[in-house]
């Protein structure tokens, strides 16, 4: 394995387990089984690394989930719904989730941490992924093109809160429902998410919408 690509999986291991400030540069390279001289040399600082293993698997993510929103509007055009868009947006992260590489499962550990971090995380969350996040609420503005800009935005947000803590699989669903439920089980997840989320949408936008037109 390339060597930086090896020192970026062993930060990813160490700060999705132990979060930035819990991992020391020393600490990486003993994972990796490298000098730390070398981590110097390929990221300069901490966060450099830290912002380097943010980043490396968001470009595979972004660009996948662009390519599945822009497939489903040039395949339905005026047709696209809530629920299409909210797949078309989805799919893609929760097929990692399920199919990726081990590696997966760390990043998004870490994603969701960083979004809950309030010192940095919102930044950090806006400079990695806001791009995709406009290509989705532009698609969603033509499926609902009266909405207040207001209860669009606080929809993606409800969306990002149930996303980033599904995705970092804590067990809590396995736990309160005895097994019923699990929550590596992306395939049921999906299912149930995509619907939920789309008639999320739906209620606050549209009824919204139209109580505003009535008044």
């Keep these: 394995m390339d060597t930086r690509e090896r020192i ?27 000098d730390t001289a070398l981590l110097h040399y390929y990221f300069n ?7 380097s293993v ?12 662009i390519d599945s929103i822009d497939a489903y509007e040039k395949a339905h055009g005026a047709n696209m719904t809530v ?21 997966w499962h760390n990043y998004f550990a870490l994603v ?8 940095w995380g ?16 532009d698609a969603l503005r033509k499926v609902l093109p009266d909405t207040d800009e ?4 606080w929809s993606y947000h409800f969306l990002s809160g149930a996303l980033t803590l599904t995705l970092s699989q804590t067990g809590r669903i396995d736990r309160l429902s005895n097994g019923l439920c ?14 939920f989320i789309a008639s999320g949408f739906e209620r606050l936008c549209r009824a919204r919408a139209a109580s505003k037109s009535r008044k």
């Design 122 to 137: 919102g930044e950090t969350m806006g400079k990695t992924f806001d791009r995709v996040i406009h290509r989705l609420l």
């Design 54 to 65: 943010f980043s490396r698997r968001a470009e595979i993510m972004n660009r996948e989930r």
């Design 112 to 119: 969701a941490q960083v979004n809950n971090t309030p010192a």
């Design 83 to 103: 629920e299409g868009v909210i797949n078309a947006f989805l799919q893609p992260t929760h097929d990692l989730a399920a199919q990726g590489d081990p590696g």
């Design 150 to 153: 207001k209860d669009l935005f």
């Design 182 to 195: 699990k929550s590596s089980d992306f395939t049921a997840i999906h299912s149930r998410m995509v619907p």
């Design 8 to 34: 970026l999986d062993a930060a990813e291991a160490q700060f999705s387990a132990h979060g930035f400030w819990g991992v020391t540069i020393r600490e990486v390279a003993e994972e990796a089984k490298v």
């Design 45 to 51: 600082t901490k966060r450099g690394l830290f912002d």
